[in-house]
Nanobody
Framework: EVQLVESGGGSVQAGGSLRLSCAASGYTYSSGCMGWFRQAAGKGREGVAT????????YYRDSVKGRFTISQDNAKNTLYLQMSSLKPEDSAMYYC?????????????????WGQGTQVTVSS
């Protein structure tokens, strides 16, 4: 059984940084894709960043390019999202997800497994 557990969320001021972590168990990093999604209050869930676990290719939504970096540490079975230059519009619940097939930025429909989420709040 695949389990994903996020951590690292919190409250920061605009311009600050946070690093989210996603501890994965039962997931094989040799193939597939992992990603981060977010969902703000009253809005739909959207893909933020995706990494192909074998090639390490990465994809980002336009609004976070140059500010967010997704990475994985296979030895620690952990996925990361380094977030810098945070803006109030980045405030949301952030979810880690894993899938077997992605086309570019992971879509919600391509995620087979989800974490419980970690809250990020950015104040102006």
């Amino acid at each position: 059984e695949v389990q994903l557990v996020e951590s690292g969320g919190g409250s920061v001021q605009a311009g600050g940084s946070l690093r989210l972590s996603c501890a994965a168990s039962g997931y094989t990093y040799s193939s597939g894709c992992m990603g981060w999604f977010r969902q703000a209050a009253g809005k739909g869930r959207e893909g933020v960043a995706t990494i192909y676990t074998r090639s390490r290719a990465t994809y980002y939504r336009d609004s976070v390019k140059g500010r967010f970096t997704i990475s994985q540490d296979n030895a620690k079975n952990t996925l990361y999202l380094q977030m810098s230059s945070l803006k109030p519009e980045d405030s949301a619940m952030y979810y880690c997800a894993a899938g077997t097939y992605c086309s570019g930025l992971m879509a919600v429909s391509q995620a087979h497994y989800w974490g419980q989420g970690t809250q990020v709040t950015v104040s102006s």
